[in-house]
């Protein structure tokens, strides 16, 4: 007996890594829910993948690495067979088989789901026996790895035991995967109080090799700025993840403190109602001047977004033109080049259009997702000004934000708003920004309504050429016409900045993911 509870002991020091720690993080906003699969957003996405996993993941240079699937091969242009990692366990100690696969993709296709886009290509998924599933795609996908990132898995018993077996509408409909959760993934949650702290601990029965040391790690949710940087001067936490730029040469002066920098994959955009035929928040009644191109023109020629880099962002941004960075498969410098700000063209365009005093609008802005975005919001309403459109700022928490401008309700004229493809390729941000909503399966990101027929069918199209230089082509083509329609008004890049201690080490991928499996305490 004394034998084999020594063994156990040895086990247990074994199973544990080396220097064990606690690991505290702050952010200026939460996460909207636990449930996956009701926000595509960076920091949820990221904040979950400690507990959820998909058939694939990312790896540190953002390549696409086996997860849940330990391979795949094709089996013909539409079908590719996946086997399922053996002896992995959900945190509740159950197995995780092919049911669960199918399940998810189930869930994330429902119409409640906002992941739903990141999957429209796939027809079916099919059972092959525990351990081994078919996904049949409506056509050839040059892309299918890079989606299947997106759509982890969750657990079917979990889902249907505690009602939760489609997503709930945050905001509209409640059930338990708001607010818990079980996965197969490298942390387990402890506690959640939403906008305040969410807390996980190590999962003791994940199936992969930790690179971390951490027993337990704390998420915290410190909305002001000089007390988000106060806790990390005074070492109440050991990291913040939204640094104000104001405070770069503070954090870079304290020799306990390091700056971790590098240009990120995000665009930040503005976005125009162009569906509705009356704004839901303007002074222009019986009809929405955002139809007109004139108008959507001259909002672009209004905002000089070199002026909104170098001051409101002091030099941490690129200007852009296109909907996706450099470091984006799709990317064409010749496509980058935004026109230079020219208030007088604007009211000349603005009078044409027939608002030679221009009209009221609102921007609706978070306060509390992207670098300055209520201050680039702040500049835009400024700049608006001088061609005669009074612009109104309507800030608030990204939790309420996306709720209210996001799917499924849309109520917004003017948005500013960021995207990351996830798949790190141009379709996704045609497919989820740009497409007409309800047209294949996309276009469920497209907040402000945008539809071209022609640009519809060379996403579409695009999706299942594996021909880089003619697909190439369709990305240019489809980018020039939203340019010419000013179907969005892009605006920048911005440069990631995150802050820690000296003995932290963490890895920055370029599209500001931080996943606790890579952090370790020193």
């Known amino acids: 007996m004394r034998s084999k509870i020594m063994m156990a002991a040895l086990a247990a020091v074994i199973a544990i890594p080396a220097q064990a720690a606690e690991f505290k993080w702050a952010n200026n906003g939460d996460v909207r829910a636990m449930d996956p699969y009701t926000l595509n957003e960076t920091v949820q996405n990221s904040l979950l993948a400690n507990i959820f996993e998909g058939l694939v993941r990312r790896n540190k240079q953002l390549g696409v690495e086996a997860a849940l699937a330990t391979s795949w091969e094709k089996l013909s242009d539409t079908v590719w067979r996946f086997h399922l990692r053996p002896g992995v366990k959900w945190q509740d100690g159950s197995a995780f088989t092919a049911a669960d696969v199918l399940f998810s993709f189930k869930r994330i296709e429902s119409k409640s789901s906002q992941l739903a886009d990141g999957v429209a290509s796939v027809k079916e998924i099919r059972k092959v026996d525990d351990l081994t599933v078919d996904i049949e795609t409506k056509a050839p996908d040059p892309l299918i790895l890079s989606e299947l990132v997106s759509m982890v898995i969750m657990n079917e018993a979990w889902c ?49 090799k930790a690179e971390h040391n951490l027993d337990r790690f704390e998420f915290d949710v410190i909305a002001s700025a000089p007390t988000r940087v106060a806790a ?25 403190l390091k700056l971790i920098q590098g240009p990120e994959l995000r665009t930040i955009y503005l976005g125009l109602d162009q569906l ?42 690129r200007p852009t033109a ?59 309403a400024s700049m ?32 500013l708003l960021g995207w990351t493809p996830d798949t790190y390729d141009a379709h996704n941000a045609l497919k989820q920004l740009i497409e007409t909503r309800g047209v294949n399966g996309g276009g469920l990101g497209n907040d402000g309504g945008y539809s071209n027929k022609r640009v519809d069918e060379l996403i579409e199209a695009m999706a299942s050429e594996f021909d880089q ?43 500001n993911r931080i996943f606790m499996r890579w952090v370790k305490v020193n």
């Open 160 to 208: 249907i035991a505690n009602n939760s077996a489609e997503p709930a509408i945050v905001g509209t409909n409640e059930n338990p995967a708001l607010r818990s959760a079980m996965g197969t993934g490298p942390f387990r949650l402890v506690s959640r109080e939403a906008d305040r702290r969410t807390v996980m601990e190590r999962n003791p029965t994940w199936w992969d």
């Open 232 to 256: 990390l001067l005074s070492g109440e936490v050991d990291m913040v993840y939204a640094v104000p730029i104001q405070d770069m040469d503070r954090i870079a002066a304290d020799p306990k």
């Open 276 to 317: 509705r035929d009356e704004l839901l928040k303007s002074d222009v009644k019986g009809k929405n001047p955002l139809k007109d191109i004139r108008v959507r023109q001259a909002f672009m020629l209004a905002i000089d977004e070199d002026a909104i880099a170098k001051v409101v962002m002091r030099g941490q941004a």
């Open 322 to 380: 296109e909907l996706w960075g450099e470091g984006n498969n799709g990317f064409n410098p010749a496509l980058n080049k935004r026109p230079k700000a020219d208030p007088a063209k604007a009211k000349a365009l603005l009078a044409e259009a027939g608002y030679p005093n221009g009209f009221s609008i609102t921007l609706d802005c978070p306060n509390d997702r992207y670098v300055n975005d209520e201050a680039i919001c702040t500049a835009i």
């Open 384 to 415: 608006m000004a001088k061609v005669g459109v009074k612009v109104e700022v309507y800030a608030r928490t990204k939790t309420k934000f996306f709720a209210e401008v996001g799917y499924p309700r849309y109520e917004t004229s003017f948005y």
């Open 469 to 511: 230089t003619k697909r190439q082509a369709m990305i240019d083509e489809a980018m020039r016409h939203v340019q010419e329609d000013v179907g969005s008004i892009p605006l920048h890049q911005q440069t990631i900045v995150w802050a820690a201690k000296k003995n932290i080490d963490i890895v920055q991928p370029a599209d």
